[in-house]
C-alpha cells in the first residue's frame, strides 16, 4: 500500500501539533498538582514497639494514612526508614510521614 502526501504544509502542521501534544503530555505525567507537603515527625521506638502497633496508630491519629490498608502503611515506613525487615530496636529512631 503506497501512500501519497497530497498537501505537505497540511501534513506538516498535524506531524508538529501530534508531537507538541504527546510532549506536553509527557511532562504533565511527571507533574504532581497536589498541594500537601508531606512532613516527617520521628519517633523513637520503645520495649514492645512493632511496626503493625505503630502503623495502627497512625492509621487512627495521621490524616496522611487516612483510608490507607495497613500493609501499605508498614511498607512505606520501612522504605522511608530503609528497613531491611520488620526488626525494630528499642531506642532507634524513624522518621514517619505526616500533613
Not at 510532549?23 to 507533574?31: A, E, P, R, S
Amino acid at each position: 500500500m503506497n501512500l501519497k502526501i497530497k498537501n505537505k504544509r497540511k501534513f506538516l502542521r498535524s506531524v508538529i501539533i501530534l508531537f507538541t501534544v504527546i510532549f506536553i503530555l509527557f511532562i504533565g505525567i511527571n507533574q504532581t498538582y497536589s498541594k500537601v507537603e508531606i512532613k516527617y515527625k520521628e519517633n523513637y521506638i520503645f520495649a514492645g514497639d512493632t511496626l503493625w502497633s505503630i502503623a495502627t496508630q497512625e492509621l487512627k491519629n495521621n490524616k496522611y494514612y487516612e483510608n490507607k490498608d495497613i500493609r501499605l502503611i508498614i511498607q512505606e515506613i520501612k522504605y522511608i526508614n530503609n528497613l531491611q525487615n520488620s526488626e525494630l530496636k528499642e531506642g532507634q529512631k524513624i522518621k514517619i510521614p505526616t500533613i
